[in-house]
């Protein structure tokens, strides 16, 4: 009778809430053994909001809400046999195919013997509940919501609310072995996934593989085994969580961001969201996924590990993660680099050292992440604050575990993230691909012009795809970043610069005065910049064009420019040979890869210590290369202007054609610089000391090129052979006929022991001009033309 009545009213419901069904079916809420339900054959769908719409097996209403039981689907082609709560988003409060939905020609079969079945189109069986031979009389679509299968007595055999998914519903309660759990959305890990789970004296909040779990203790002494979602709160008899009164039927879900939300329905079509059942025991930063792969998480905020070597997944939501611009391959292992990351930690300190295996030394940890080419990030702790002593806890963490990289709390925490140090493997191979192709124009100039034109096109689409191409930034947001332009790095004839930060990430931006060009102009060059993209370069990270500002935000690099370390006349601190070894490299690297890698050619053109800049590692970079003129290859070698810095300048500024080769002899004189620890021109020097060049000349020809090398360093003086034969190299490269210096890669080659040297065929590194007839005031003047706009430190 009183069900009679209860399903007239939901009847009645229905028509008021569904008006599109021409006749609203009423389902049973139980069935018997046996029966089978084949999706293709079942006629009757009931549509859910939106396109989902579901198959009814069984259904349970209730005054204020209603419940299926059947096949979900949200597209018509792949379903989930679910328990439905009509209204809620999404529906399913359990399934029992979660993630492996099924297609159109699976059925349920109930078995004559009991069992329940879940078979796909191809007869695989996908689920089953296992309840054969044990006397089941049939199966009960419960009102709160649990599927039950009971025997003769009307007892329980199996039950959908001793299988939960990701959700519980008012009155189930979660079991020690039970545990309700979600794939998180903010990973590309397929394989991760966030529990919430029934362990002894509490419930443990987990993820995977990221090993993090966090323990919520019952309010009570006495253990239970089972914690029960009731009215007012999570883990009765005992409380785990406190949670709002419930009004009406209350269901809490785990949700893909790893929260636990509360939600109530409010008559039959619309939950509401009541709590973050979390919330009070955990903060934004505590969750795993909070800022997705490799993103770090502070006060609520997340941010990438780096600007430079990281570009954020979505620039609008900084908590979708970051990429790294390069990948990292474990083929080009001996590229891999560890960049110091300022004051992180992995998740929270507790967790660190739970997580973490003692280790001697910070080098030895670093080393063990640099060997293993799964490992990402080290992170490391001396024991105590007495370093050095004992060692300390080392954590290694592969790319799939880096979910919650947090501020540390604590002192003495020092982290590093894999980087891979190299340039892009495929544009190289573009570069490649296009000189072989170049190589091949003599078979006919108008093939070779098509080629190079696919070439060209297939290159733009790859830098339209290169991620972390500069951003633009408001000048607001710079002047913000930059405390209104107070921290001065240098200034010099092109701008100054400034030290700021946006985010975790310290900036250098570099307002460029008088810059004449248009925005387009600017915009084209910055962004020619901006696809450099190289070790041995300073990366730039943006850039801001607005009215008359123009301004470019380069990496910040702690060592400085390179003029602070070898113009050393009382400095206590002299580089060792290696590292000055090391730096000369960087900058023939660099070089070579303006000169000679990249398709957009690029002559430096100031080539100089001022705009050498020094890593933390003492690795050189060159900066201001892409602000002189772009030189045309096709057209001419003509350069008009003069541009570079007196002191560096080649010969040829003298004459009309300025090449790359013009930065080979800058080079050469750098080198020469930071063999001998002195400045080029050095006025404060008795008159025939003044200019280097000129002294290296003589030295020279009269076979007395030690007296030249930095009396400061014994460590120079150690390695004597070795400074020589860069001392050669660099005298190959001041050859006063351009054509006669080697190539920046060919220098490259022989500073790293792949080629050897060809001795300097001329000790000439200055022009003669008494022959042409040019006036005779001395070499330093004779051919050193004065500073140009373009000369500035960085
Ligand atoms: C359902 O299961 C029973 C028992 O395993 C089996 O005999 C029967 O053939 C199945 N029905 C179908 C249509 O596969
Ligand atoms: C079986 O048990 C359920 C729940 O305990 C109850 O709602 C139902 O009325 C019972 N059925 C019979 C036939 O006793
Ligand atoms: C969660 O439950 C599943 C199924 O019972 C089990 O395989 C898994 O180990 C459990 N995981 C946790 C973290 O409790
Ligand atoms: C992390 O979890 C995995 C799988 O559960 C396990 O094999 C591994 O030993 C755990 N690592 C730590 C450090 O607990
Ligand atoms: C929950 O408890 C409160 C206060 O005891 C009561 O007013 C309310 O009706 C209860 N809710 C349900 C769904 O039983
Ligand atoms: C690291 O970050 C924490 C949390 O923001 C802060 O309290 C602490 O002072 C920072 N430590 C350093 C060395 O910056």
Redesign the pocket.
């Given at each position: 009778m009183i069900m009679q009545n209860l399903n007239m009213l939901s009847s009645i419901v229905f028509l008021l809430v569904f008006p599109i069904l021409p006749m609203v079916v009423a389902y049973p809420s139980t069935a018997a053994p046996s029966n089978l339900w084949k999706i293709s054959s079942m006629q009757t769908r009931v549509a859910m909001s939106g396109n989902p719409s579901a198959l009814v097996i069984l259904e349970s209403v209730s005054t204020s809400y209603r419940l299926l039981f059947g096949f979900y689907t949200m597209d018509g082609n792949a379903f989930t046999l679910s328990v439905l709560l009509m209204g809620a988003q999404p529906p399913a409060i359990w399934s029992a195919n979660p993630g492996d939905p099924v297609s159109q020609d699976a059925m349920l079969n109930f078995t004559s013997d009991g069992n329940m079945l879940l078979s796909d189109g191809d007869g695989t069986v996908i689920w089953s509940t296992a309840t054969k031979s044990r006397s089941v009389a049939g199966l009960r679509l419960d009102v709160s919501g649990n599927l039950v299968l009971f025997d003769q007595k009307n007892s329980s055999v199996w039950q959908s609310f001793h299988h939960p998914t990701d959700t519980l519903v008012l009155g189930q309660s979660l079991c020690r072995g039970?545990?309700i759990?979600v794939k998180p959305s903010k990973t590309k890990w397929p394989s991760a996934r966030i529990?919430l789970?029934a362990e002894f004296g509490g419930l443990q909040y987990?993820s995977q593989p990221a090993n993090y779990s966090q323990s919520f203790t019952e309010v009570a002494s006495t253990k239970s085994d089972c914690y029960a979602f009731v009215n007012g709160s999570f883990g009765f008899p005992n409380q785990v969580f406190w949670l709002p009164q419930a009004r009406s039927l209350q269901y809490m879900r785990l949700e893909s961001d790893g929260h636990l939300r509360l939600y109530e329905m409010q008559g039959y079509s619309s939950p509401r969201l009541r709590f973050d059942v979390l919330s009070l025991a955990m903060k934004f930063c505590d969750y795993p996924f909070a800022c997705g792969d490799y993103g770090v998480c502070s006060d609520g905020q997340c941010s990438c590990p780096s600007l430079s070597y990281f570009r954020s997944n979505n620039e609008r939501h900084p908590d979708a993660g970051c990429t790294l611009l390069t990948t990292i391959s474990c083929n080009r292992a001996h590229y891999h680099q560890l960049l110091p990351l300022g004051n992180v930690s992995y998740f929270s300190d507790n967790m660190f050292r739970k997580l973490a295996i003692s280790s001697s030394s910070e080098e030895v940890c670093k080393q063990a992440c640099l060997i293993d080419c799964a490992c990402r990030v080290a992170i490391f702790q001396y024991y105590g604050s007495n370093h050095y002593s004992n060692g300390g806890n080392c954590l290694l963490l592969s790319e799939e575990k880096l979910i919650s990289l947090a501020e540390g709390s604590s002192d003495g925490l020092s982290a590093y993230i894999k980087i891979q140090g190299t340039r892009s493997i495929k544009k190289r191979i573009t570069a490649i691909v296009c000189s072989v192709i170049a190589g091949l124009s003599a078979l006919g100039i108008l093939f070779s012009a098509i080629i190079w034109k696919m070439c060209k096109k297939e290159e733009e689409q790859l830098f339209d795809s290169i991620p972390g191409t500069p951003k633009r930034f408001s000048f607001h947001e710079l002047k913000v970043a930059t405390s209104n332009f107070s921290v001065k790095l240098g200034s010099g004839g092109f701008g100054s610069v400034f030290k700021g930060k946006i985010g975790r990430e310290t900036i250098a931006v570099k307002r460029l005065e008088s810059v004449q060009q248009g925005t387009e102009e600017f915009l084209a060059e910055v962004m020619t910049i901006g696809r450099m993209h190289d070790h041995n370069l300073v990366r730039l990270i943006g850039f801001c064009a607005e009215k008359s500002h123009r301004l470019l935000v380069y990496e910040y690099l702690c060592n400085g420019s390179l003029d602070k370390w070898i113009f050393h006349a009382c400095s206590v601190f002299t580089l060792s040979w290696k590292t000055r070894r090391n730096i000369i490299i960087s900058i023939a690297r660099g070089l070579s890869y303006l000169h000679e890698e990249c398709k957009e050619k690029i002559a430096h053109l100031d080539i100089k210590p001022q705009n050498i800049l020094l890593d933390d590692r003492f690795i050189a970079k060159l900066s201001d290369f892409g602000l002189s003129k772009m030189i045309n290859w096709d057209q001419s070698k003509i350069m008009t202007r003069m541009r570079g810095t007196r002191g560096y300048l080649a010969p040829e500024w003298l004459g009309s054609k300025i090449t790359e080769k013009a930065d080979i002899y800058s080079f050469g004189i750098v080198v020469v610089e930071i063999l001998c620890g002195r400045e080029n021109l050095d006025e404060s020097l008795p008159e025939e000391s003044i200019h280097l060049i000129s002294l290296l000349e003589e030295k020279a020809r009269s076979g007395h090129l030690l007296d030249l090398v930095d009396s400061g360093s014994n460590d120079m003086q150690c390695h004597m052979e070795e400074v020589m034969e860069a001392m050669r190299l660099a005298m190959w490269c001041l050859q006063v006929d351009s054509s006669r210096r080697p190539l920046m890669s060919t220098v490259a080659k022989v500073l790293e022991g792949v080629t050897s040297l060809e001795a300097a065929p001329d000790y000439s590194f200055v022009p003669s001009f008494a022959s042409n007839g040019a006036s005779s005031a001395g070499p330093t003047s004779s051919y050193v033309p004065s500073e140009s706009h373009l000369s500035g430190p960085r």
């Amino acid at each position: 009778m009183i069900m009679q009545n209860l399903n007239m009213l939901s009847s009645i419901v229905f028509l008021l809430v569904f008006p599109i069904l021409p006749m609203v079916v009423a389902y049973p809420s139980t069935a018997a053994p046996s029966n089978l339900w084949k999706i293709s054959s079942m006629q009757t769908r009931v549509a859910m909001s939106g396109n989902p719409s579901a198959l009814v097996i069984l259904e349970s209403v209730s005054t204020s809400y209603r419940l299926l039981f059947g096949f979900y689907t949200m597209d018509g082609n792949a379903f989930t046999l679910s328990v439905l709560l009509m209204g809620a988003q999404p529906p399913a409060i359990w399934s029992a195919n979660p993630g492996d939905p099924v297609s159109q020609d699976a059925m349920l079969n109930f078995t004559s013997d009991g069992n329940m079945l879940l078979s796909d189109g191809d007869g695989t069986v996908i689920w089953s509940t296992a309840t054969k031979s044990r006397s089941v009389a049939g199966l009960r679509l419960d009102v709160s919501g649990n599927l039950v299968l009971f025997d003769q007595k009307n007892s329980s055999v199996w039950q959908s609310f001793h299988h939960p998914t990701d959700t519980l519903v008012l009155g189930q309660s979660l079991c020690r072995g039970m545990n309700i759990s979600v794939k998180p959305s903010k990973t590309k890990w397929p394989s991760a996934r966030i529990y919430l789970s029934a362990e002894f004296g509490g419930l443990q909040y987990s993820s995977q593989p990221a090993n993090y779990s966090q323990s919520f203790t019952e309010v009570a002494s006495t253990k239970s085994d089972c914690y029960a979602f009731v009215n007012g709160s999570f883990g009765f008899p005992n409380q785990v969580f406190w949670l709002p009164q419930a009004r009406s039927l209350q269901y809490m879900r785990l949700e893909s961001d790893g929260h636990l939300r509360l939600y109530e329905m409010q008559g039959y079509s619309s939950p509401r969201l009541r709590f973050d059942v979390l919330s009070l025991a955990m903060k934004f930063c505590d969750y795993p996924f909070a800022c997705g792969d490799y993103g770090v998480c502070s006060d609520g905020q997340c941010s990438c590990p780096s600007l430079s070597y990281f570009r954020s997944n979505n620039e609008r939501h900084p908590d979708a993660g970051c990429t790294l611009l390069t990948t990292i391959s474990c083929n080009r292992a001996h590229y891999h680099q560890l960049l110091p990351l300022g004051n992180v930690s992995y998740f929270s300190d507790n967790m660190f050292r739970k997580l973490a295996i003692s280790s001697s030394s910070e080098e030895v940890c670093k080393q063990a992440c640099l060997i293993d080419c799964a490992c990402r990030v080290a992170i490391f702790q001396y024991y105590g604050s007495n370093h050095y002593s004992n060692g300390g806890n080392c954590l290694l963490l592969s790319e799939e575990k880096l979910i919650s990289l947090a501020e540390g709390s604590s002192d003495g925490l020092s982290a590093y993230i894999k980087i891979q140090g190299t340039r892009s493997i495929k544009k190289r191979i573009t570069a490649i691909v296009c000189s072989v192709i170049a190589g091949l124009s003599a078979l006919g100039i108008l093939f070779s012009a098509i080629i190079w034109k696919m070439c060209k096109k297939e290159e733009e689409q790859l830098f339209d795809s290169i991620p972390g191409t500069p951003k633009r930034f408001s000048f607001h947001e710079l002047k913000v970043a930059t405390s209104n332009f107070s921290v001065k790095l240098g200034s010099g004839g092109f701008g100054s610069v400034f030290k700021g930060k946006i985010g975790r990430e310290t900036i250098a931006v570099k307002r460029l005065e008088s810059v004449q060009q248009g925005t387009e102009e600017f915009l084209a060059e910055v962004m020619t910049i901006g696809r450099m993209h190289d070790h041995n370069l300073v990366r730039l990270i943006g850039f801001c064009a607005e009215k008359s500002h123009r301004l470019l935000v380069y990496e910040y690099l702690c060592n400085g420019s390179l003029d602070k370390w070898i113009f050393h006349a009382c400095s206590v601190f002299t580089l060792s040979w290696k590292t000055r070894r090391n730096i000369i490299i960087s900058i023939a690297r660099g070089l070579s890869y303006l000169h000679e890698e990249c398709k957009e050619k690029i002559a430096h053109l100031d080539i100089k210590p001022q705009n050498i800049l020094l890593d933390d590692r003492f690795i050189a970079k060159l900066s201001d290369f892409g602000l002189s003129k772009m030189i045309n290859w096709d057209q001419s070698k003509i350069m008009t202007r003069m541009r570079g810095t007196r002191g560096y300048l080649a010969p040829e500024w003298l004459g009309s054609k300025i090449t790359e080769k013009a930065d080979i002899y800058s080079f050469g004189i750098v080198v020469v610089e930071i063999l001998c620890g002195r400045e080029n021109l050095d006025e404060s020097l008795p008159e025939e000391s003044i200019h280097l060049i000129s002294l290296l000349e003589e030295k020279a020809r009269s076979g007395h090129l030690l007296d030249l090398v930095d009396s400061g360093s014994n460590d120079m003086q150690c390695h004597m052979e070795e400074v020589m034969e860069a001392m050669r190299l660099a005298m190959w490269c001041l050859q006063v006929d351009s054509s006669r210096r080697p190539l920046m890669s060919t220098v490259a080659k022989v500073l790293e022991g792949v080629t050897s040297l060809e001795a300097a065929p001329d000790y000439s590194f200055v022009p003669s001009f008494a022959s042409n007839g040019a006036s005779s005031a001395g070499p330093t003047s004779s051919y050193v033309p004065s500073e140009s706009h373009l000369s500035g430190p960085r």
